[in-house]
């Protein structure tokens, strides 16, 4: 796992930018796996500078969505391919009938999430997986106690999460949906990269537990040990609680420089 501490405030969506510009330059055809929230907002808006500078395109790029929420309208803005639409999709040069995301109105949820498994497969999987982290430790939306072998499917939000993720339904944590479907941590753990983005002191234990903390269903993100390939981007609010936070920048300030992310 690296770990690339930033100090200037915009540094870090850049940084996360170069990494997928750069799978997008040797595979225009490239998955992509995107997150919703606040934390991938400032990748997907460098992203957005590099395709309107026109250094880089999406055109021939598809992207698989983390998770949706369950039951909200089609039109509510925040069901997340509506979000996504307004966050990533509408910035880039993306094709929408290129992104997917699990199907939150379905009758058969349960179909839905098998369908969306077998889309991922169908595609060749995905190359780059955008991940933000919750204050819970929770990726994409499995929640404490998820197992670190699951799949799409249903989930139930924790409170914890539901009252962070008021502040995006006018602050009434019970706007805020009990379900979702989530791409499971199996699936998350199959993409070829993983990068997580994360900022803010409120963020700073659940990234201890991620790098440093036993591997443990308690912090699902914890799981990320497990993959080869998995690059961490953070503030220094972020970082704030790894105890081995100066190894780590001393590790990214000696990298050499024909190693990329
Ligand atoms: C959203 C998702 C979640 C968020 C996490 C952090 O698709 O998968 O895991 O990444 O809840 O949310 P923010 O970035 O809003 O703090």
């Known amino acids: 796992m690296e770990v690339v501490i930033s100090t200037a405030p915009d540094e870090t969506g850049k940084l996360a930018a170069d990494a997928i510009s750069e799978l997008l330059r040797r595979q225009p055809g490239a998955v992509l796996g995107v997150a919703t929230g606040s934390s991938p907002l400032i990748i997907y808006d460098e992203l957005g500078r590099r395709v309107a500078q026109g250094s880089l395109s999406l055109a021939r790029a598809h992207a698989f969505m983390l998770d949706e929420y369950v039951g909200l309208p089609a039109d509510h803005p925040q069901r997340y391919r509506n979000v996504i639409r307004e966050q990533f999709i ?48 929770h990726i994409a939306f499995n929640e404490p106690g998820s197992s670190l072998a699951s799949r799409t499917r249903i989930k139930t939000l924790t409170s914890q999460t539901r009252r962070d993720n008021a502040r995006f339904f006018g602050g009434d944590v019970d706007a805020v949906p009990l379900h979702c479907l989530t791409q499971g941590i199996g699936t998350i753990l199959e993409s070829r990269h993983l990068v997580l983005v994360a900022s803010g002191r409120r963020k700073a234990e659940a990234v201890h537990q991620l790098v440093e903390g036993p591997i443990s269903a308690m912090w699902p993100a914890t799981a990320l040990q497990l993959h080869p390939h998995v690059t961490v981007f953070l503030d220094t609010a972020a970082a704030s609680r790894l105890q081995l936070a100066s190894y780590y920048i001393e590790t990214y300030q000696g990298k050499p420089s024909w190693q990329g992310f």
């Open 90 to 137: 509408d910035k880039v040069d993306i094709d929408p009938k290129q992104v997917y995301g699990p199907d939150g109105l379905a009758d058969d949820l349960a179909g839905a999430c098998e369908a969306y498994e077998r889309a991922i497969a169908d595609t060749g999987g995905i190359d780059l997986q955008i991940l933000g982290i919750g204050t819970d430790g």
